[in-house]
């Protein structure tokens, strides 16, 4: 059997090294290796249970595992290990399908272009690496290694403020990496576990009592919160996002942000389960006060960017508290959920950028009646809006639908609180469309024209897969709850 997660890393390695010295011609390369990593993945599918053209047997850990000696001392064993299960490979789609929306819809910048699309390919790379690594070390590395490239991306092509943004992000994440990677060298030690792999951590851990699991879970619980983010950790959201370019607020917003969703999962939820149900009340008060929060604060927003930034607040509280619900169908709600949020909020940020580079302003009280003048933007804009507020046929009704239902089995009547709020939600999209794409002209430019080919055709591959997955959601969510590993109890 072909190591396909080492040729895939082999692959975005080689391919990023390749974009930074590639110089003028660094699109094509990022190009190439983006319609290559896609493909891999699309092997990786077809290749795992769950996968509607699988025909083998379910087996038990996890698909495409690979584990080879790295670094062996007389007390503790670091292994290169890596594997996929259907949690991890959804979010691989996710990135493998953003990786090549942002370079299409990227294609025409012409600012240090070597650097900025290396830029992009590393922090994909690094985004895969988290998806795929089972043991912490490694894990760890991948995660760090997403940082510095967003760091930069941030600091060299931003907006006015784009360093203190910048350095605001690093530091907010980096504090956060810190704790959590004290958090998992706590549950080693402290279990007596003699590696670093999951499955050795995930065994050992079931030993340590109620008390230790729950500090332990908090700990994870503030390092993967940060980069979800959820309140009160959401500080440097807003800014990264406003001063990013657009490439890089998509590729923040759609892939970095599921980086906290999943390291919940996979090591704090599953590797300490009774932490995760001593904890459990404060999880649904976050989880709460984020969606609460991430609507209200969205309805004040005048700009466009600022606005997606914190409905993505609002959304990631939404996974957080699929995720608190601590079913089965909770834990498929939260996939999904992060899998749409990553799509939907990609579209969204291409068609802020590109109204800014249309009309000069993202200022939503600025512009009104576009739609004459951009129809096909006018178009995306009204597909992400449609999709984020929950119109079934669209990658976000099944998604959030599967959400309130997990809520509902666990909570009851409670579900009114987050189902109330999104109609808030579709509030705060409604009256974005209302007043920017319908109505009089307003703030339009001599000379204003419609999106070009590369922004069309990058934005039109993230409509196509909300349209894909919203009307045939069972190509992800058969592959998800036929994931060998479930770490959550039933409901």
């Given at each position: ?194 590696s670093f792999d999951f499955s050795a951590v995930y065994a050992s851990a079931r030993g340590l009592g109620v008390l230790p699991q729950s500090f332990l879970f ?7 919160g940060v980069k979800f983010p959820v309140v009160p950790f959401h500080t440097w959201l807003p800014d990264a996002h406003v001063e990013a370019p657009t490439g ?141 507020l929950g119109l079934p046929a669209l990658i976000g009704f099944p998604a959030e639908f599967t959400a309130l239902l997990a809520t509902w089995e666990r909570l ?80």
């Amino acid at each position: 059997m072909l190591p396909l997660i080492s040729i895939v890393l082999a692959t975005l390695a080689a391919g990023t090294a390749a974009t930074f010295v590639a110089g003028t011609r660094a699109r094509y390369v990022a190009l190439g290796v983006s319609a290559a990593f896609l493909a891999e993945v699309g092997l990786m599918f077809a290749a795992y249970p769950g996968w509607p053209g699988y025909n083998g047997a379910l087996v038990p850990g996890f698909a495409e595992q690979e584990s080879h000696a790295w670094l062996h001392l007389p007390w503790l064993q670091i292994n290169y290990t890596v594997g996929v299960d259907g949690i991890s490979l959804v979010l691989i789609l996710l990135t493998a399908v953003l990786q090549l929306a942002t370079v299409v819809y990227s294609w025409e910048e012409r600012e240090r272009p070597a650097a900025y699309f290396g830029l992009m390919l590393l922090t994909c790379f690094g985004s895969f690496g988290v998806f795929a690594a089972l043991d912490i070390l490694l894990f760890f590395l991948f995660w760090e290694a997403v940082l510095v490239p967003m760091f930069f991306l941030i600091g060299g092509w931003g907006g006015p403020r784009r360093r203190y943004a910048a350095l605001k992000f690093f530091v907010y994440t980096h504090v956060a990496s810190i704790v959590m990677l004290v958090g998992l060298l706590a549950i080693v030690f402290y279990s007596g576990a003699t590696s670093f792999d999951f499955s050795a951590v995930y065994a050992s851990a079931r030993g340590l009592g109620v008390l230790p699991q729950s500090f332990l879970f908090l700990a994870l619980l503030f390092g993967f919160g940060v980069k979800f983010p959820v309140v009160p950790f959401h500080t440097w959201l807003p800014d990264a996002h406003v001063e990013a370019p657009t490439g890089g607020s998509v590729l923040l917003a759609g892939i970095l942000l599921k980086l906290g969703g999943y390291g919940l999962i996979r090591w704090a939820v599953e590797v300490l389960p009774q932490g995760f149900a001593h904890d459990r009340p404060i999880l649904f008060a976050v989880a709460f006060l984020s969606i609460a929060w991430g609507s209200i604060v969205s309805l004040a927003q005048r700009d466009m960017k600022r606005l997606v930034a914190f409905s993505s607040i609002n959304h990631m509280g939404i996974v957080l508290l699929a995720i608190a619900v601590g079913s089965s169908l909770g834990l498929l709600a939260a996939v999904l959920l992060m899998f749409a949020h990553g799509i939907v909020s990609g579209l969204l940020f291409m068609s802020a950028g590109t109204v800014h580079h249309t009309f000069g302003t993202r200022d939503l009280g600025a512009l009104g009646g576009i739609t004459p003048t951009t129809p096909v933007l006018s178009t995306m804009i009204m597909a992400g809006s449609l999709a984020s507020l929950g119109l079934p046929a669209l990658i976000g009704f099944p998604a959030e639908f599967t959400a309130l239902l997990a809520t509902w089995e666990r909570l009851g009547y409670w579900v009114l609180l987050p189902l109330g709020i999104l109609v808030v939600t579709a509030a705060f999209y409604l009256w974005m469309m209302q007043r920017v794409l319908f109505g009089p002209p307003r703030g339009i430019p001599p000379g204003a024209h419609d999106v070009s080919f590369s922004e069309g055709a990058g934005m039109g591959l993230l409509v196509a897969a909300t349209v894909l997955f919203g009307i045939l959601p069972s190509l992800l969510v058969n592959v998800i709850v036929s994931s060998p590993v479930k770490g959550f109890p039933g409901p």
